[in-house]
């Protein structure tokens, strides 16, 4: 097998001593290819067949760096570097024929890049540039004496055509007023009789307008009063039926209501006052009837008494002493113990004959009998 795609070399030459004997270092792109032409296919095969690409692009990389080694020792520094495309045309010729022989095409070849070790090359272009500069320094200055004289030319040649000019067009404006000042004052009488007659009219048509105005807003003014009075009457009879007719029926009710409240409250005060008055007989009726049996009892129990003589009376007290005796005693009921302090052991017997001495007394004083005489 042998591959026909197109392959990539990069040869280089590193300091290459040229004809002026500055080392230079060259740096080249070529397209290379395996031609199809049969005899030239037969001539490739038999060369590189069964080789692989890396084989086939070293032997024509060496075959490429050798005829650029060999032609940079042919020219200057300025060929090389100022006409590159004419120094990779001169490789390409050079070179074609051998690898042609090898069944190889070259499709292209550039120059990538130029150097040197020694500043060769920057300071040629320095040199240059300085050169360049200095011619240009020269023409720009060549240029503008040239042009500050033609300008100065051309500047009073424009002066004088301006002035011409200005001069025209002064005249031209000063006429131009004059007619634009009789145009404004024609135009602005017009327009002052114009206005007078349109405020004139306008004024006439406003006051017609200001009529009919009036008019209307009579007619709309009467015809809001009949509304007005239509919707009053609508309202008294809304109101007639819807407040004061219920309202006179809820008076009315509540007068009824009222009235017989007032007569349920006068029977009730008259049936209460007649209670009273019968509450009051009947007690007061009660009351003669107590008083007049205790008044009888009285007189009967003085008839007896009377009758009965001092034996019933001093009975009656006999009787009644008990009861004296008892509500004496009953505060002395709620005392749990009595101690009574004495020097002498006949005290509580002494204190017991002294109460008992002054009880006829007290009977005397409350019944008026003697119980010292019974």
Do not use: W
């Amino acid at each position: 097998r042998i591959s026909l795609e197109i392959m990539t070399l990069q040869p280089r030459c590193e300091d290459v001593e040229t004809a002026e004997g500055v080392a230079l270092t060259v740096t080249g792109v070529a397209q290379v290819k395996i031609m199809t032409e049969k005899e030239l296919l037969a001539v490739a095969c038999e060369q590189f067949l069964g080789k692989n690409v890396q084989d086939v692009k070293n032997v024509v990389l060496q075959t490429l760096e050798g005829h650029l080694r060999s032609i940079l020792g042919t020219l200057t520094v300025e060929q090389i570097y100022q006409d590159r495309d004419q120094f990779a045309k001169l490789v390409r010729e050079v070179a074609a024929p051998d690898v042609g022989r090898m069944g190889i095409e070259i499709l292209s070849f550039t120059i990538k890049d130029v150097y040197d070790k020694v500043d060769y090359l920057s300071s040629l272009g320095k040199t240059q540039t300085a050169a360049v500069r200095r011619d240009a320094d020269v023409g720009v200055a060549e240029a503008e004496r040239d042009a500050g004289i033609r300008e100065a030319e051309c500047k009073k040649e424009m002066l004088d055509v301006k002035f011409m000019a200005d001069t025209q067009i002064a005249d031209s404006k000063r006429a131009f007023e004059l007619q634009k000042a009789a145009f404004t004052e024609e135009v602005n009488i017009k327009t002052a009789e114009a206005q007078l007659a349109y405020e004139l009219q306008s004024a006439r048509e406003q006051q017609k307008i200001r009529q009919e105005e009036v008019e209307i807003e009579v007619v709309q003014r009467k015809k809001q009063i009949d509304v007005e009075e239509k919707e009053i009457i609508r309202k008294e009879k809304e109101l007639m039926a819807t407040v004061k007719q219920p309202a006179e029926a809820e008076a009315y009710r509540i007068q009824q209501i009222a009235e017989g409240e007032k007569v349920k409250q006068i029977l009730l005060a008259q049936a209460e006052a007649e209670k009273i008055r019968k509450i009051g007989e009947a007690e007061a009726f009660v009351i003669e009837a107590i008083g007049m049996a205790e008044a009888e009892g009285m007189k009967l129990k003085a008839e007896a008494l009377q009758s009965y003589g001092e034996a019933a009376q001093l009975a009656l007290v006999l009787d009644a002493l008990p009861e004296i005796a008892a509500k004496v005693a009953a505060p002395l009921s709620r005392v749990d113990e009595i101690v009574v302090l004495s020097g002498e052991s006949s005290s509580v017997t002494s204190e017991l004959n002294r109460l008992l001495a002054e009880i006829p007394p007290s009977v005397r004083a409350i019944t008026g009998v003697d119980l010292t005489k019974v």
